[in-house]
Every structure is written in C-alpha cells, then in structure tokens.
C-alpha cells in the first residue's frame, strides 16, 4: 500500500495520515504538534506533554525543534515534560537510558519550562512509581507523543502485561521477547542478552485519557504491528488496538509501516 502523497483515512476514532517517507511523516506530525501546543498555551497559559524515547521518534523531533521545519515558534517555557518509560536500573547518563535519548534528542536543543525525569535508577519502585503517578496526577496531560512496537506495545505495555483498565499509571514490567529484540533491531543495544529484562512504564489508561496523541511509526518492521492496530480487535493482544478508541488523535505512518494494510 504505497503513496507517492499523503493518505488519510480513518479508523473507528482515529485518524491516519500514510506520507511517503518517514521526513514527510515526521514533518508533518511536527507542524500538528507544534500548533496544537501553541493553540493549547494560548488558551491555558501552559502545557503538559509526554514524550516517547525510541528512534522511531527521530523525525518528529528534528523537526520539531525547528521553526522552519515545524511552522510555529513554541514557547517551551511553557511546556512540563514527562517521558513514558526507562529501563529498571538504568541512570540518566546511560547512553541506553530513555532518559539520555530524550535528552540528547529533544531536551538541549529546546528551552523547557519544567522536565520530570523518571529516576529508574532508584532502589524503590514502589516508590518512583507513587511519586511518578502523583505527578502525572497533577493536572490533566494535554498531549502524548508515541510509538507503537513491533509487538504492538505504547510503552512497555507489551502483550502479556497491558491492561486497558490498569489500576496503576506507573508499574515495572518485564519486558517480553518481542519487545527485547526490537531494542537490537533498532540498534539501541548490540546483543539481546544486554538488554534489560524490567522496566518502569506508564500504563495504558495514561494513554486513554490525555486530551490529545500524536502517534509516529515509521518503518517496515512495524507494519505487522500497525495492521493489528487498524484492521485487528481491540485487544491486549496488540495494545496499540486501543488507541482507535480516542476521539482526539492522529497515526503517523510513512508508505512502508502502512504497506500491510488492507487496500482501502
């Protein structure tokens, strides 16, 4: 399912935009992102966003950190930033560590008002949790920029730990397999055995009840994954399936994590 220009479509309550590479996509994401922060600190003064760490958010970022790219000059003064997740033991200044990759990614080249780090490198889950939650809590979250893995995951809500009714907003996970080896697929560790078995993750109701999501998946490797999305139940089977349930958000794919689609 290949386009030479953008594609949109919709699926249940969410939309999907195909563009035909993964600059065009993360562009284009970019400028939706940036006026709706701009639109969101006009009306309230402020905005809180949860970024997503992976490679598959490069594009976004380059070009959100870029007037000229993105279309709008953000007041990131504004902005209280949070991250989704990071590996259990893990310290900011790991190269592995989502943390790092926000950082060396988004966070230096952007002026932001308040950034909440999620310490996992701390002796007490129980209690980063707790404390991440009530955070989390504060205020509700005008925007969550994502991804979605080769298993189908937001976050680290894998398979065989998602729950669409979860309890928590934060939680350590073990990580499945799948989900380990994308980490090598994707370059970030160079052997399965180096990536880290648990890690801390927000939880799918987070996901539900931001105000807005701006979804990024590019790449052939996630077309499995965004056809269970679009076109499978919603089910804890491909976590992702649920995001077709939010009235307010945006899938960003390019031609190649779209080419398992049904024609439509």
Not at 77 to 101: E, N, P
Not at 150 to 168: K, Q
Not at 172 to 193: A, I, K, M, S, Y
Not at 241 to 263: C, F
């Amino acid at each position: 399912m290949l386009h030479s220009t953008p594609h949109y479509s919709v699926y249940g309550r969410l939309a999907v935009e195909i563009h035909p590479d993964r600059s065009s996509m993360g562009r284009a994401a970019a400028r939706a992102v940036a006026a709706y922060l701009q639109s969101t600190i006009s009306r309230y003064g402020e905005a809180r966003v949860i970024f997503a760490c992976a490679p598959s958010q490069n594009e976004l970022y380059e070009a959100l950190i870029d007037p000229a790219l993105c279309g709008a000059v953000v007041d990131w003064s504004r902005i209280t930033a949070f991250h989704m997740d990071d590996y259990v033991g893990l310290t900011a200044a790991h190269s592995q560590s989502f943390r790092y990759y926000l950082q060396e990614h988004f966070l230096k080249h952007v002026s932001i008002g308040k950034f909440h780090p999620l310490p996992a490198e701390e002796q007490d889950a129980a209690k980063v949790c707790e404390r991440y939650s009530a955070l989390l809590r504060e205020k509700p979250i005008d925007l969550i920029c994502l991804g979605i893995g080769e298993n189908g995951h937001i976050a680290f809500n894998d398979p065989p730990v998602a729950d669409f009714a979860d309890p928590h907003l934060v939680k350590v996970v073990e990580l499945d397999h799948e989900c380990r080896q994308q980490q090598v697929n994707d370059g970030c560790f160079p052997t399965l055995d180096e990536v880290p078995s648990h890690a801390f993750t927000l939880t799918a109701p987070v996901f539900r009840q931001a105000k807005r999501l701006s979804i990024h998946v590019p790449g052939e490797r996630k077309a499995a994954a965004v056809k269970a999305t679009l076109e499978g139940p919603v089910s804890t089977a491909c976590p992702a399936s649920i995001l077709r349930l939010h009235s307010e958000a945006t899938l960003y794919v390019d031609s190649a994590a779209a080419s398992h689609l049904s024609a439509r």
